[in-house]
């Protein structure tokens, strides 16, 4: 059984910012600067597990096609 840990979890409160999880994953599928979007402790836990790499690996190209769908139909 493995435990499950929200990377929210790993922080104070004090050190929760507002994000939205689709901004970073939608920086992370661009291959643009997520790492800012997020505290350290958090990137640091993401790319510790290579949860990026893998994001961008299994569902990178889908995220950047919801957004091209979403855009075209917003016109």
Known sequence: VYS??????MLAKEEQVAVS???????????DDWQSLLP???????QANRLDARFRENFGLQTLA???????RSN
């Open 66 to 72: 919801l957004e091209t769908i979403v855009t075209e």
């Open 4 to 9: 499950v840990k929200r990377p929210v979890e």
């Open 21 to 31: 999880g689709t901004q970073v994953r939608k920086a992370i599928a661009r291959g």
């Open 40 to 46: 350290d402790k958090v990137t640091d836990y993401l």
